[in-house]
């Protein structure tokens, strides 16, 4: 079992940061099958209302209630709610005023907006690996979706996809920071309540003024098991491994293994359901995983910065 106390020395998040980007990875064919039947805004608050069911469940079970009414909600619900439930929102709407590789573009960007808010919240120096990797992170991300930025639609929809990744990398920079006194579990336990409880509120309403996305798909064992797919392993554990391995490595850090995720998608449907073996994807990934190296690189008398 995970020790969701202290926070992780570089292997083991980089190790937990892999494995949260798999289990994420596992959730893109179940929403694509779930999708077919189901609104965006259904499929978006029941993946996660599960979600942090199971997270609430396994919380009081393994730190007990009075852990859990002592924990400081207020402050959690608030990252959550702004951070992962109007982030996810805006991610959404901002997918529907452009395309679908606007999006992609945009979350190729998350190891810039991490270093943004080191650099301006954190005083980290911007040393040359830290750029080299970010380079290669970026460039292996963009491979690694088979988008170019010439492909975008820029416009409003793109400045909401960019302000949903600016907002998801803050409240991940905020959960392990403002929130140190919980353990990740518990970190991760009150953010997803937080941003389950604005995106129910975003779906009510789109549902009481027809806005769409609200209806409701297909409710038979297939349907039922790829949306336990795309909940558990896809939101509960991966936002668990994703938030634990950052507190230990920071967001930017952190945020470089997300562009590798397109790679993984690949390899999870040539594995299990007979995809197609894409160079492109895993070329990109290698490019991702050397700019995790590089930007974690130490010289010989440089100190580890806080």
Known sequence: MINTVNQPGPITANFACFVAMMMWATGFPAAEVLMESWGALSVLSVRIMIAVV?????????????????????PGLLIGGTGFGIGAILLLVGQKMSDPVTPAIAAAMMPIAGLALEVLLDKRRLRLNLLIGVALALTGGLMA????????????????????VILFAWATRATTRNLSSLSALGQTTITMVGGFSIILIVCAIAMVLGLGETHVGKMDSRH???????????????????????????????????????????????????????????????????????????????????
């Open 54 to 74: 199971m997270l609430v469940g396994l919380w009081a079970a393994t730190e007990g209630l009075s852990t859990m009414r002592a924990a400081a909600w207020g």
């Open 224 to 306: 039922i098991m790829l949306m336990l797919v795309f909940a558990l392993p896809a939101v509960a554990i991966s936002q668990l491994l994703w938030i634990w391995a950052a507190g230990g490595l920071g967001i930017m850090l952190a945020s470089l293994h997300m562009n590798a995720l397109p790679f993984y998608v690949m390899l999870i449907m040539v594995l299990f359901l007979d995809g197609l073996w894409g160079w492109d994807q895993a070329f990109g990934a290698a490019l991702v995983g050397a700019g995790v190296l590089v930007a974690q690189r130490r010289t010989r008398h440089q100190v580890p910065e806080a």
């Open 145 to 164: 979706t088979g988008v170019r930025l010439s492909d975008g639609t820029y416009g409003v929809g793109a400045l909401l996809c960019l302000i949903a």
